[in-house]
């Protein structure tokens, strides 16, 4: 069993396939090297190079490979489905270009939602048509990835999207048959949105096949939830805060990963604003620091 530790272009603030304001991909292949890390997620489509006779010398040269990729699109708005399929095939075949396996989908960012970002009380929700629709743009895509390009692909809860708070994920999980849907569970947006990823851990690690290590601050989350802040105010303030920082307890994720045998990659993100520059490697190596004090 191998528990390896890898890292993720948002942890350089990369959410989209480009902004002027985001570092050069081979600067962030520099960087994540530099903090210690050997494998990277291919980040948002188009961001980094494509053609993989471009790409796969500049991740040799670093010691780098691919760990996976995210899909972060609108499954929620049906008007968007060629967007969301567009994205998903070209991250299937950069994948299976480099030989990664995951697949990870992620509800992106509802203008419903994002004001009640950590607060599941108070977040809309579907009625049963809108939620089987959403259900069944998660299942196509899933389906796609795993019996079309054989990667594992995994859902992903995310803070101020429409697959967020955990009666959700485990609707989705109880209507997706797992053959074709497995889950990326990540600790941060798990903590954000009110509940415990241990816990969550302990009723779901046979099905979790990724990890995503996320911390937040315990403080500015009490402030946001309190002054009902929504979720990119949130992200200014702070909230994804360096790992050990926040109230994740990483000692209690390893034991629970180890205890089952878990094999594979954990993804460090720690989402940060490209506008800050020089506070990505710092914060990379901290984390990689951080983790090997525990363990991984």
Known sequence: MTIRIGNAPCSWGIEFASDPSYPAWQTVLDECSAAGYTGIELGPIGYMPEDPAVLAPALAARNLEIIGGVVFRPFHDPEK???VMDASVRTCKALT???ARHLVLIDSISPRRAPTAGRADEAATMEQAE???????IA????????????????????????DFEPELDRLLDEVDESILKICLDTGHHSYAGFDPVAFMDRHIGRISYMHFKDIDPEV????????????KACGQGIFCNLGKGDVDF???RQRLLKAGFDGWCTVEQDCDPALPG?????????????KSIGF
Do not use: C, Q
Not at 131 to 137: C, K
Not at 140 to 163: K, N, P, Q, W
Not at 279 to 291: G, M, V
């Open 140 to 163: 196509t895509i899933a389906r796609m990835g795993t019996e079309d390009y054989g990667l594992t692909v995994s859902i992903h809860a995310h803070a101020a999207g429409f697959m």
């Open 131 to 137: 939620w089987a629709a959403f259900r069944d743009r």
């Open 221 to 232: 989350k009490a402030d946001v939830v309190a002054n009902r802040t929504g979720f990119y």
């Open 251 to 253: 000692p209690a994720v």
């Open 279 to 291: 506070t990505a490697l710092p914060d990379a190596r901290a984390n990689r620091d951080y983790l």
């Open 97 to 99: 270009a480099h030989g």
């Open 81 to 83: 489905w060629d967007e």
